[in-house]
Nanobody, 126 residues
Framework: QIHVVESGGGLVQAGNSLTLSCVPS????????TGWFRQPPGKEREFVAA????????RYAETVKGRFTISRENGKSTVYLQMNNLTPEDTAVYYC???????????????????WGQGTQVTVSS
């Protein structure tokens, strides 16, 4: 059984930065693509960014491209989401999902990710 834990959320002012961390446990992490998704209040879960198992394939939502950076450190079994120049529209619960092993091209669909954490709240004030 894989457990996923997100951390790093909080309350920040617009224009500031946060770094989220995703740490899975229970299985070898290095083979799995990892995606960050978010769910704003009253809305459906939406794609933010994803990275494949090798780190060579990365994908971003248009709304965060140029502001957010996803990276992985397999030695620490951790995937990061560096979020810069945050806006109130970034306010959401952020979730980390693990996909299927050895996927080369990451997906932006929630259905392609099988294991999820409980989420971490990010609130950006204006």
């Amino acid at each position: 059984q894989i457990h996923v834990v997100e951390s790093g959320g909080g309350l920040v002012q617009a224009g500031n930065s946060l770094t989220l961390s995703c740490v899975p446990s229970g299985r070898t992490f290095n083979n799995y693509p990892t995606g960050w998704f978010r769910q704003p209040p009253g809305k459906e879960r939406e794609f933010v960014a994803a990275v494949n198992w090798s780190g060579r394939n990365i994908r971003y939502a248009e709304t965060v491209k140029g502001r957010f950076t996803i990276s992985r450190e397999n030695g620490k079994s951790t995937v990061y989401l560096q979020m810069n120049n945050l806006t109130p529209e970034d306010t959401a619960v952020y979730y980390c999902g693990l996909g299927r092993p050895y996927v080369l091209v990451v997906s932006n669909l929630t259905t392609e990710y099988d294991f999820w954490g409980q989420g971490t709240q990010v609130t950006v004030s204006s």
